[in-house]
């Protein structure tokens, strides 16, 4: 009975005719002959793909791996008893949408790049995968934004949905948002690091000030815009204030999910392994110790904390150690290798690297 009242309830939506829906019965169908797909080029986990002339980052594997560990995931928390879709939004060459079908085993996915010129070789790809009359993929070419507000319209809600946009993503959030279906996944990627600030509710939301003069971070809520200070520089020179925002200061990662992302990829054997120079057991574990609520919002370089106290710079771990062994909170950051997240305050941070040197 469940499965008969979630395939009724997928049949009332209603797919263009020119793609192929995932809610429909299989039909046995005459298929013309296609072009064989093109060679092989590139692999990521043991899924084979050629990038062709699209914009492709083998150094941007990670981020999908960690795509794909959360969306298989998602998809064993939703269970069966309903077809787990997924789009990519701005798919490029297709090798997201790919192990989004191969590795996730997801039902359907609708794979949409801006550029036509891009479909021989997207199509290529996918058809890989699966070749058949009724093959659970689609392609197209639209705005993300359009594609995506037009899902909405229809009303046909996906599982995942995946925006991995070159420059800023924030301008797709609201229509990536409203195709989701209730519960969904959203997975936001940015080639430039730009992150996706300024949606959203106050929840957790506010602006980090940061003082050039003396180094120190700090963050605001949205009534203190008018009272925001340094207490140090801002006397002498106001200039030397920066404020961003508002953007999320709430905490960077969920533990819980983390931990159970490493525990897929040891699973699957992946977690050790290291490919295009990065080992998902340590990104991983470096990221749940992120996770400590008490961190704030950024990261201090080594470097900055070296120049400002005037001493070579202390190894990594050896500094990590000394500001819990004070009381704080520190760990590595995800996105510099020569830095670490901490609440301690900067010149805590300088006393700390100066009482290293004196040691050695």
Not at 25 to 46: I, L, T, V
Not at 124 to 152: C, I, K, M, Q
Not at 324 to 348: F, L, M, V, W
């Amino acid at each position: 009975m469940a499965i008969s009242a979630a395939a009724a309830a997928a049949a009332a939506l209603s797919f263009p005719r020119a793609l192929p829906s995932p809610f429909q019965p299989r039909r046995h169908r005459h298929r013309r002959r296609s072009a064989e797909p093109p060679a092989c080029a590139h692999s990521e986990r043991g899924v084979t793909f050629d990038p062709g002339s699209a914009f492709y980052r083998s150094d941007s594997a990670a981020g999908r791996d960690l795509a794909v560990l959360a969306a298989t995931l998602h998809r064993r928390a939703a269970g069966p008893s309903a077809p787990f879709l997924c789009l990519d939004a701005m798919c490029g060459c297709g090798v997201r949408a790919l192990r989004y079908l191969a590795q996730v085993g997801a039902d359907f996915v609708w794979a949409n790049d801006a550029s036509e010129a891009l479909r021989p070789v997207i199509v290529g790809n996918l058809s890989r995968f699966e070749r058949a009359p009724d093959r659970r993929w689609a392609v197209s070419h639209l705005d993300a934004t359009r594609l995506l507000s037009e899902r909405y319209l229809r009303r046909e809600y996906f599982d995942v949905i995946d925006v991995d946009s070159f420059g800023g993503d924030a301008a797709y959030i609201r229509a990536a948002l409203l195709a989701l279906r209730i519960g969904g996944l959203l997975y936001l990627t940015s080639t430039d690091w730009r992150s996706a600030r300024g949606y959203g509710s106050r929840s957790n939301y506010g602006f980090i000030c940061h003082c050039k003069s003396c180094g120190q971070s700090r963050t605001f809520g949205f009534d203190e815009l008018g009272q925001i200070t340094c207490g140090c520089a801002d006397k002498i020179d106001p200039d030397s204030i920066t404020v961003v925002g508002p953007l999320w200061t709430g905490p960077l990662h969920d533990t819980t999910f983390l931990t159970e992302m490493l525990s897929l990829a040891t699973e699957w054997g992946w977690a050790n392994t290291i490919e295009n120079g990065v080992s998902l057991e340590k990104l991983l574990d470096t990221m749940i110790e992120e996770s400590d609520s008490r961190l704030p919002p950024g990261y201090i370089r080594l470097d900055e904390i070296a120049s400002r106290a005037k001493v070579n710079s202390p190894p990594l771990g050896t500094l990590i150690n000394s500001l819990r062994k004070e009381g704080y909170a520190a760990c590595r950051s995800h996105i510099g290798a020569n830095a670490i997240k901490t609440n301690c305050p900067i010149e805590c941070c300088l006393d700390v690297a100066q009482e290293i040197r004196n040691l050695r």
